[in-house]
């Protein structure tokens, strides 16, 4: 039997409706899968892409800092480090990126169709964990060839994965949100994330910062990330557990912020966007 | 007393849109906190403007229901609140069952993907389960006639082909509430006949259709009861027919308020002051008339002609008739009644307005939009041609052998 829908002027607090967003999980894989499908239509190398763009970034990373900054990565080649930071990085980039942007390029659709807004920004998640998947399988080839195991910690992997994905899905719908009121945050975002890019441990190790700024490192919840996810990949130092339990914690409440954010936002979107 | 419920309930419906005034308007987001911090108490001076007010009404389930008004009436509004697309700032609507909706045709299709593809994609987004669209695929792909380019990414396809396969998947929604929005306005005759039949047969499969629209046609063909609304309040829910009078009548009025007589082009010497049209909806081969009174200048010296003009939707002269043709000279000192009558070419089903002209030796009175009519799409011929005719006109015209 049909169910009833109520339709009344949004609330103080409105919450998603989970219920409504399990029946509308297929738009979350279409989009997911239109994502994945038009980024390499036209492509002469297709889906080789995946694998070329975080070797050639690793490639640069090695130069600048590997070869003409010298950075010491430790035990582990510093092409495998650079390579396993790029990795994490992109994971978070590529969500933040996709999902804030997503909004507007459906301009057409919020304005006329019906359907849990939220779906946009959250299926871009799903064709940038292809992108990882692809160069994560490439991060194994590499390990395998080095001779660099992780260890235990390597169970932890998934956990950090999922932090990174939560941080950046909070991020990301947040920015998606305000973007339909404010263009300037498609400004904004890129700016912000090459900054994050540099002020994060990812081209070199948190002990290459300068001892009077570590500090800033530390405050930096992306930092606690990646050193937890090296520590899961390539059996670097385990972090402190204070950071440890960060990580979740902002993680978490980011994404509950973003979504709070996003739900407070959706139903006025079609009047503005 | 029917214990039925409606499938539709709207009680008190109102929706409102802040407009902020583009002198106030902060572009960005930086200059909105700038304001905020220089005026803390102080808003942007906004007006509200009331895009629906008040509006309730109930729908009973398995009807078609036309919705007429103006452009500027709240229609769109209102459909836009119906599915849900926006939300309402007071009152409720309370539906039973799933709305799918055609707001505009091939919304959500990707020009990069295959036809296959956009159904896919199209179908899920008006809230089609996959399953659902597999089962009724090749329906829908037969219903739209493009078998052949499936997998060809449909940036290629041809606009008719493209629209007509963005109805045929909104078509093939099995939602129990089906709302569009002048969607049919859209593909060949024959297409449209299909589209309106397929509507027609989802209301009698006890749906609920809802259909917006400015062509008085298709919502006599498909609707058995209509809404009228006028500057975003209901007037009138009732039967088509007092629908379609209340809106032929407002749109004529709204054209003789909307041309200030005084701010009309020409040099104003006469004018023309009443405009008349025999019939608002003729058949193609009846006589059209249109009356009209043009005043008297007791300075005018010398004689005038009138001059008209028969315009089709899409801005097209296809008629001109010009007094002079018939020796029409008339004289600016007296009041004038003129009438015109025509009869042929025949006109392809449609809307027409008329342009009227008064001159002499310059233009005294240009009235665009003087009168409007509407040719019915029942055409004079004794067989159908299923791709309509073509040409600029009808011919009057017959084969026999010998």
Not at chain 1, 162 to 191: E, K, N
Not at chain 2, 20 to 48: M, Q, Y
């Amino acid at each position: 039997m049909a169910r009833t829908i109520d339709i009344t002027p949004p609330g103080r607090l409105p919450l998603p409706d989970l219920r409504e967003l399990w029946e509308a999980r297929e738009i979350f894989w279409r989009f997911g899968m239109r994502d994945l499908l038009l980024r390499y239509k036209q492509t002469a190398l297709g889906v080789i892409w995946v694998v070329i763009q975080p070797l050639l970034s690793a490639g640069v990373f090695s130069i600048v800092f590997g070869q003409i900054a010298d950075i010491d990565s430790g035990p582990v080649p510093y092409f495998i480090f650079s390579f396993s930071g790029m990795l994490a990085w992109n994971l978070f980039n590529g969500v933040v990126t996709r999902a804030s942007g997503s909004l507007v390029s459906n301009q057409a659709l919020i304005s006329k169709v019906f359907f849990p807004r939220i779906l946009v920004p959250l299926s871009s998640v799903l064709s940038v964990m292809v992108d990882f998947l692809v160069a994560g399988a490439l991060l194994v080839v590499l390990l395998l060839v080095a001779g660099i195991g992780p260890g235990l910690a390597v169970l932890t992997l998934p956990v950090w994965v999922l932090l990174l994905i939560l941080l950046a899905t909070g991020v990301g719908l947040l920015s998606a949100a305000l973007m339909v009121h404010y263009r300037d945050v498609q400004y904004v975002v890129p700016f912000a994330l090459q900054t994050l890019l540099y002020a994060s441990p990812i081209a070199y190790p948190l002990s290459a910062a300068p001892e009077n700024l570590r500090w800033l490192f530390e405050v930096n919840p992306l930092t606690w990330l990646l050193e937890g996810f090296r520590w899961a990949t390539l059996g670097t130092d385990q972090p402190p557990t204070w950071q440890m339990a960060a990580a979740v914690g902002v993680s978490v409440v980011v994404f509950l912020g973003g979504t709070l954010v996003f739900s407070k936002m959706e139903r006025g979107m079609a009047d503005v966007i | 007393m029917t214990t039925v419920t409606p499938a539709i309930q709207v009680q008190h419906l109102s929706k409102h849109y802040t407009i902020v005034h583009d002198e106030d308007r902060p572009s960005t987001a930086a200059e909105s906190v700038l304001r905020r911090i220089k005026h803390p108490l102080t808003r942007p001076h906004t007006e509200r403007f009331t895009a629906l007010d008040d509006v309730s009404f109930d729908i009973q389930p398995g009807s078609a229901v036309g919705i007429l008004g103006r452009n500027g009436a709240g229609k769109s509004t209102l459909l836009k609140l119906l599915t849900r697309v926006a939300a309402p700032s007071e009152g409720r609507i309370r539906l039973d069952g799933r709305v799918g909706s055609l707001l505009e045709v091939g919304t959500g299709f990707h020009p990069e993907l295959t036809g296959r593809e956009n159904v896919f994609l199209n179908g899920t987004l008006l809230g089609m389960k996959k399953a659902e669209i597999r089962r009724r695929f090749d329906e829908i792909v037969d219903f739209a006639g493009v078998e052949k380019f499936l997998d060809t990414p449909v940036k290629r396809y041809s606009s008719g082909m493209y629209v007509r396969l963005a109805f045929a998947v909104a078509a093939h929604l099995e939602t129990e509430i089906l709302a569009i929005d002048e969607v049919l306005a859209v593909g060949d005759a024959q297409f449209q006949a299909k589209c309106i039949e397929r509507m027609r047969r989802a209301a009698d499969d006890g749906r609920t259709v809802l259909y917006v629209s400015h062509q008085i046609q298709t919502v006599t063909a498909l609707c058995d009861s209509a809404l009228f609304l006028e500057n975003g309040r209901l007037i009138q829910h009732g039967s088509v027919d007092d629908a379609v009078a209340l809106y032929q009548t407002t749109r004529e009025k709204a054209v003789m308020e909307q041309v200030d007589i005084d701010r009309r082009p020409g040099t104003g010497e006469l004018r023309i002051q009443r405009v008349d049209v025999g019939a608002p909806m003729v058949r193609t081969d009846e006589t059209k008339q249109v009356e009209f009174l043009v005043n008297a200048n007791p300075d005018f010296s010398g004689q005038y002609f009138v001059s008209a003009h028969v315009v089709d939707a899409h801005g097209a002269t296809v008629l001109h008739m010009d007094s002079r043709a018939s020796n029409l000279w008339l004289d600016g000192t007296q009041e004038q009644k003129v009438v015109l009558t025509f009869k042929g070419p025949w006109l392809h089903p449609g809307e027409y307005s008329v342009d009227l002209f008064v001159c002499a030796s310059g233009i005294l009175d240009s009235f665009e939009g003087a009168a409007r009519f509407e040719v019915h799409p029942v055409l004079p011929f004794r067989g159908t041609v299923p791709d309509g005719l073509a040409g600029a006109v009808l011919a009057d015209f017959d084969y026999e052998t010998r």
